[in-house]
């Protein structure tokens, strides 16, 4: 059965940093992309960013401040955000792509979810 676990998330003051994990287990994942997404209060889940074995890809409200990163070895993908800002507060979401290739950006390409982490910044 293939589970996956987010942690990291928590209370922070704008500005602050804070590294999300997500452990991935009951299969292999080094050959898919994996990604996390965010979904604010009322609004629709959006991409944040997504890692594959060539590459990383990330939305621009991030870019430059957060970074994707994974350990095949522990089956684990990382987002590190820095800078946080009030607008990052949401639930924050790790999945795994349908495809070996791409760096998908829907939500529609990505069969295996977490349950999600909260991430609340304050200003």
């Known amino acids: 059965q293939v589970q996956l676990v987010e942690s990291g998330g928590g209370l922070v003051q704008a500005g602050e940093s804070l590294r999300l994990s997500c452990a991935a287990s009951?299969?292999?994942?080094?050959?898919?992309?994996m990604g996390w997404f965010r979904q604010a209060p009322g609004k629709e889940r959006e991409f944040v960013a997504a890692?594959?074995?060539?590459?990383?890809r990330y939305a621009d409200s991030v870019k430059g401040r957060f970074t994707i990163s994974r350990d095949n070895a522990k089956n684990t993908v990382y987002l590190q955000m820095n800078s946080l800002k009030p607008e990052d507060t949401a639930d924050y979401y790790c999945?795994?792509?349908?495809?070996?290739?791409?760096?998908?950006?829907?939500?529609?390409?990505?069969?295996?979810w977490g349950q999600g982490t909260q991430v609340t910044v304050s200003s």
């Open positions: 009951g299969r292999t994942f080094s050959n898919y992309a």
């Open positions: 890692i594959n074995y060539s590459g990383s």
């Open positions: 999945a795994v792509a349908r495809a070996r290739w791409g760096l998908p950006t829907s939500n529609l390409e990505y069969e295996y």
